[in-house]
């Protein structure tokens, strides 16, 4: 279970993110980001953190909680893409920067997917926070 301070209320109200049905709409819209970026299998795999055949059986229906490196990975993906919305509002440029070469310095001439491929999640964060940092926002 986790809080979540809702704005219209003053108090905490608890959310459950540990079960099928989250996992499901969690998977649905990680399904719709991946078609839009364009992704492989293996990049998916890679991005999510998760074995072949974890991906297969989710794609086959095959869904039970997900664990938090899961959850913690789809945080960063789906904030990354809102924030690229927000920062370029034309979708196709929005979904191509994630494949430019970028000149920022954590890049170095490397695009951002190419960062977020090494396969750890702090790279994630690192392009998440840099998203947010250039929108005036925070991570």
Do not use: C
């Amino acid at each position: 279970m986790s809080a979540v301070l809702y704005p219209h209320t003053a108090k905490p109200v608890s959310v459950n993110l540990n079960t099928v049905a989250s996992a499901e709409s969690a998977l649905r819209s990680f399904w719709r980001l991946a078609e839009v970026w364009k992704l492989t299998t293996t990049e998916q795999i890679t991005l999510l953190g998760v074995a072949r055949t974890t991906l297969y059986q989710w794609k086959q229906g095959k869904v039970r909680p997900l664990d938090r490196h899961v959850l913690e990975r789809l945080s960063y993906l789906f904030g990354i893409y809102a924030a690229l919305q927000i920062l370029l509002p034309v979708p196709e440029r929005a979904n191509e920067w994630l494949r430019k070469p970028n000149t920022a310095p954590f890049l170095a001439g490397s695009s951002a997917l190419d960062r977020m491929l090494s396969g750890q999640v702090a790279d994630l964060f690192v392009v998440r926070q840099y998203l947010d940092a250039e929108r005036g926002g925070k991570a």
